[in-house]
């Protein structure tokens, strides 16, 4: 019989891309192949104090994380795939069956609120720059949603300098000075506290190009945007969060399954034990804002049940996923001008008061979304109408249950308060609160035909517009963006560029009597990119070539982002 040989190593020394840093990995040879240590390679400029976050330690960190996890992340994405040509194919998504179990067991909770969670009234949201950083803590909100997703264009400076923002914010020591000279200090605002944070990481789909992933094959790939923004948070802060009182807290974003929850559990088990942190320490809200996900709330708190704090109504990428699931499947899921999906809907009252009703059934914290509307300090008009509908929305959001809401001005904070004041007073929550009368049906969740309403050719104007500001803002580095009075982050923007591509290719046809075709479409762009104002450093020639190749296209980009990071940043 033929004996392998042992397996021999050998130690062998790579550079970093950069030339910045040396570091010395194993080789393992089998007999048949070799096998090398995974590790991380920088690709991306080092800036100053950039070495604090991409420490030895902290990069050992990621590679197991890596090694460990991102195969299952590929795999997830695979399955998302072939769930959006089931449902391109006519099968509407539903409550599954093969986890009816779980839902009819009534003796399972969550863990719920962790220490500086109890109340959550009102969280302010923002990227983490350190201006906006030192705005938000300042602000007088309940928690800070420290946005590395949606409201932050991940450019590798404000990645890293985000994760430096955070850094900095745990340990006190967080300022900022203008190139024009203005201080800017953190003085915990008008309560005497700061909020307490919850991080919000990117999404699954989302890679980091700036940082390599070499794996045991020795093949190089670029890192998960999810597990980078998670990992370096968490390895650098939760020990110090938790001798603070707080705790590692997370938002997770665009989960389109309960298996996706699952694989966070189990990184945030596989984290904790690897820095000695007790067993369910981390908390997590998931934002609801996928239609698949609609149908796994339950399901997705179960997985997590033991690091949940709650769920969020995700209402603007809610509104963008069931346009992109449903995009080619005729008029029954065409909407009418984005002004006219408001929450009070049939189908998105029927999103809300199942989440509402799901979490509180199972412990877990209900949190509201956040309404567009921004004050204008210069316009007084623009500021009352901000508030009123601000006020209208969150007066809803509290009466129907929920225990929180979100802002994206720190304006807006008293207004939103006043509302939940009125309907907690002194209770932090209202969780006990079970809301045994609702009793939400698929086809309910479903049925966007009720929305009613019309497309108009202002509103086709009105996509072109927005999306190609906001995508220029994007490209600038600039991920939340004031336009027209209202805040808008990418979500904004993947709504209309997807509503064009779907009023496009069904043919639809405006109130005014105008088919939108394609030919007529560009002519609306044209229009609009001519009268756009221009600066000397600004973006609007790669903003057209995203939008046009995401809206005007046969092939439709399941994220606009994806192609645009890895092209423009």
């Known amino acids: 019989m033929n004996t392998p040989p042992l397996a021999t190593t050998n130690r062998v020394s790579t550079r970093s891309t950069t030339g910045t840093s040396s570091t010395t990995r194993t080789t393992t040879n089998t007999g048949s192949f070799a096998t090398i240590e995974p590790h991380f390679e920088i690709t991306g400029d080092l800036g100053p104090r950039y070495a604090e976050i991409l420490t030895p330690e902290a990069l050992v960190f990621l590679a197991g994380l890596h090694d460990r996890f991102a195969g299952t992340r590929h795999d997830l994405l695979a399955a998302r795939l072939r769930k959006r040509v089931d449902a391109a194919n006519g099968r509407d998504p539903g409550f599954l069956t093969e986890t009816a179990h779980v839902r009819r067991d009534p003796s399972w909770r969550v863990a719920g609120a962790g220490p500086g969670l109890e109340d959550r009234r009102v969280e302010i949201t923002g990227p983490t720059d350190r201006k906006m950083a030192i705005n938000a803590l300042n602000s007088g909100a309940k928690v800070w949603l420290a946005d590395q997703e949606d409201a932050t264009s991940p450019t590798w400076a404000n990645v890293i ?177 984005r002004k006219q999906i408001t929450m009070t809907v049939p189908f998105m009252r029927a999103y809300t008061e199942l989440l509402v009703s799901t979490c509180h059934r199972r412990g877990a914290y209900a949190i509201g979304g956040m309404s567009a509307f921004i004050p204008n300090r210069r316009d007084p008009e623009v500021t009352a109408r901000a508030l009123a509908q601000v006020a209208g929305d969150k007066r809803r959001e509290a009466t129907d249950g929920f225990d929180g809401t979100w802002v994206a001005h720190p304006d807006l904070i008293a207004t939103a308060q006043a509302e939940f004041d009125a309907v907690l007073g002194e209770n932090p929550n209202q969780v006990h609160r079970s809301r045994d009368d609702v009793n939400v049906t698929a086809a309910e969740l479903l049925d966007v035909a009720s929305v009613g309403g019309e497309i108009t050719e202002s509103g086709v104007r009105d996509n072109v517009k927005i999306g190609l500001r906001y995508i220029e803002s994007w490209l600038r580095g600039v991920g939340a963006a004031a336009i027209d009075n209202l805040m808008e982050d990418a979500a904004t923007a993947e709504i209309s560029r997807s509503q064009v591509w779907q009023w496009i290719h069904d043919n639809s046809v405006t109130a005014e009597g105008r088919r939108i075709d394609k030919a007529w479409v560009n002519e609306q762009v044209a229009e609009v990119f001519a009268g756009l104002e221009r600066t000397a450093d600004d973006r609007f020639d790669d903003a057209l070539e995203v939008f046009r190749a995401s809206a005007l296209e046969p092939e439709f980009p399941t994220f606009l982002t994806v192609g645009a990071y890895a092209r423009y940043l």
């Open 161 to 337: 300098e985000g994760q430096l923002s955070l850094f900095d914010t745990v340990r006190g020591q967080l300022s900022f000075t203008s190139p024009e000279g203005k201080h800017y200090a953190v003085t915990c605002g008008p309560t005497g506290q700061t909020p307490t944070i919850v991080m919000r990481p990117r999404g699954w789909h989302l890679v980091e190009k700036n940082l390599m992933f070499v794996d045991r094959a020795n093949r190089r790939m670029s890192a998960s945007g999810s597990l980078v923004d998670f990992g370096l948070y968490f390895f650098h802060n939760a020990k110090r969060l938790i001798e603070d009182g707080s705790g590692p807290y997370f938002y997770l974003p665009k989960l389109e399954s309960h298996y996706e929850a699952r694989l966070w559990d189990d990184i945030f088990s596989h984290s904790e034990e690897s820095l000695g942190i007790e067993y369910g320490t981390i908390r997590a809200t998931v934002l609801i804002e996928t239609i698949q996900a609609a149908f796994e709330m339950e399901e997705i708190l179960y997985e997590l049940r033991d690091h949940c704090a709650g769920l969020n109504a995700g209402r603007w990428d809610y509104i963008f996923s069931i346009i992109k699931t449903f995009r080619s499947r005729g008029r029954r899921f065409v909407f009418p001008d």
